[in-house]
């Protein structure tokens, strides 16, 4: 299984539809309607913060990660104003403040892991976790570092699979109402 840094443009709706896919659950009351929320990341996903598997000519998985003040899926009030109009953008822009992390020195963070369903099993997560474990080394970082959710036990396990240690905990009353999660728990893996 080969990883690629970068997508075409020709990825973009794919893109959108697997982090949709994913996330949506999570994401769905503060980006949503789902086309809206397929045409903001579609916009904004950058192809310099995103590790892809591609099979038989597919999009069929993606890690994003933050570097450099910049993640796979970021965006501003004007690309959020562009597909949602200024009202939406404001209370939205806000909303998604309560999800952003500070990305410590050292560490990768990890903006997100998502493969589609007809792969998921085959390995393409692990693969995708490895790509990351590479990228940092490559830019001299010590760690890979993600947040899962609680509700999300099999990511969880895979991580910790991959070599992942729980080393925080996070929880708040915004994010059962926004995003319909009860909490998330931070991992990190050692790279060196």
């Known amino acids: 299984m080969i990883v690629r840094q970068g997508f075409e443009p020709r990825d973009r709706d794919s893109l959108a539809r697997l982090y949709w896919?994913?996330?949506?659950?999570?994401?769905?009351?503060?980006?949503?309607?789902?086309?809206?929320?397929?045409?903001?990341?579609?916009r904004v996903a950058n192809?310099?913060?995103a590790l892809?598997?591609?099979?038989?000519?597919?999009?069929?998985?993606?890690?994003?990660f933050h570097a450099g003040g910049?993640?796979?899926?970021?965006?501003?009030?004007?690309?959020?104003?562009?597909?949602?109009?200024?009202?939406?953008a404001l209370w939205r822009g806000a909303a998604l403040t309560v999800l952003e992390r500070p990305q410590?020195?050292?560490?990768?963070?990890?903006d997100g892991i998502f493969v589609a369903d007809s792969h998921?099993?085959?390995?393409?997560?692990?693969?995708?976790?490895e790509a990351l474990a590479r990228e940092a080394l490559s830019r001299g970082l010590d760690r890979v570092r993600?947040?899962?959710?609680?509700?999300?036990?099999?990511?969880?396990?895979?991580?910790?699979?991959r070599g992942f240690v729980p080393v925080a905990q996070q929880s708040g009353r915004l994010l059962p109402w926004l995003?319909?999660?009860?909490?998330?728990?931070?991992?990190?893996?050692?790279?060196?």
């Open 120 to 129: 998921r099993g085959r390995g393409v997560g692990s693969a995708l976790i």
């Open 21 to 42: 896919a994913a996330f949506g659950g999570k994401l769905g009351r503060v980006l949503g309607p789902e086309r809206h929320a397929l045409a903001f990341v579609a």
């Open 146 to 161: 993600l947040d899962v959710t609680h509700e999300n036990p099999r990511a969880r396990a895979l991580y910790e699979r």
């Open 179 to 192: 995003f319909g999660f009860s909490g998330a728990v931070t991992m990190v893996r050692q790279v060196r």
């Open 70 to 88: 910049l993640a796979l899926v970021g965006g501003g009030m004007s690309d959020l104003a562009a597909v949602y109009g200024r009202a939406g």
């Open 52 to 64: 892809c598997v591609h099979e038989g000519g597919r999009l069929v998985g993606v890690a994003g």
């Open 104 to 110: 410590a020195r050292g560490d990768l963070l990890v």
């Open 47 to 49: 192809p310099e913060r």
